[in-house]
């Protein structure tokens, strides 16, 4: 079946430290990816996707590039700042049309 | 901006009673989806509807766990009785048709004591 394997956390960082969450998936097909936020005591929130190979998700400075020759598809953030403190699921959605989560890295940047 | 609403935000129950719980997904999304989320770890799918029909329940423990989406817009899940691996945070997401992206809502912590 389909699955979704992160970097584990936690991770911890400067503010302006560069930022690299690595994520892997198996699945059949060509599935779509996405990386979702969740904010303390909050639920998800969507913060790129792409869907289909060599496809760049951007959003408020964070990007991830869809990767099938490697079945990859890391975020990574230039510059993070204190408010990017959160845990970042990466996700896919494949043939069978539901969302498969990994399990989560929690992020916290330092000032 | 139109968001998933969810009642409550929080419920305490003690082991082998009800709980409920209430999602309003953006209005015109058809598909609903209701997630358990165990701390530390991602969202599982439980049931998803398409309108007022479940689409999937099969991660559903139909033992205990009823959900019900009456007329195609709000939804709500139960669990009766509830125990205490029960204890997670409930999330409800939404979708329009023939679009990948899904909308959650804040989700409800149940702690079953």
């Known amino acids: 079946g389909d699955s979704v394997t992160q970097m584990e956390g936690p991770v911890t960082l400067s503010e302006e430290a560069c930022l690299t969450i690595n994520c892997t998936y198996t699945a059949t097909g060509y599935p779509s990816l996405f990386w979702y936020v969740q904010y303390p005591g909050e639920g998800l929130q969507l913060l790129l996707k792409a869907t289909k190979a060599d496809d760049k998700g951007s959003n408020k400075g964070f990007e991830a590039t869809y990767r099938k020759e490697t079945t990859s598809f890391h975020l990574e953030k230039g510059s993070v700042q204190v408010s990017d403190s959160a845990v970042y699921f990466c996700?896919?959605?494949?043939?069978?049309?539901?969302?498969?989560f990994g399990s989560g890295t929690q992020l916290t940047v330092l000032p | 901006e139109a968001e998933v609403a969810q009642s409550p935000r929080y419920k305490i129950t003690e082991k082998s009673q009800a709980v409920a719980f209430w999602c309003d997904p953006i209005s015109g999304h058809a598909t609903l989806y209701w997630y358990r989320q165990i701390l530390g770890q991602g969202p599982e799918l439980l049931v998803q509807f398409q309108d007022e029909s479940v689409v999937d329940d099969s991660q559903l423990p139909k033992d205990r766990f009823s959900a019900e989406r009456l007329k195609g817009v709000d939804s709500t899940l139960k669990i009766q009785p509830a125990e205490l691996g029960d204890s997670a945070m409930y999330l409800c997401?939404?979708?329009?048709?023939?679009?990948?992206?899904?909308?959650f809502g804040p989700g409800t912590r149940l702690t079953v004591l």
């Open positions: 996700a896919l959605r494949g043939s069978a049309r539901q969302l498969t």
């Open positions: 997401a939404s979708s329009s048709g023939g679009t990948d992206t899904q909308y």
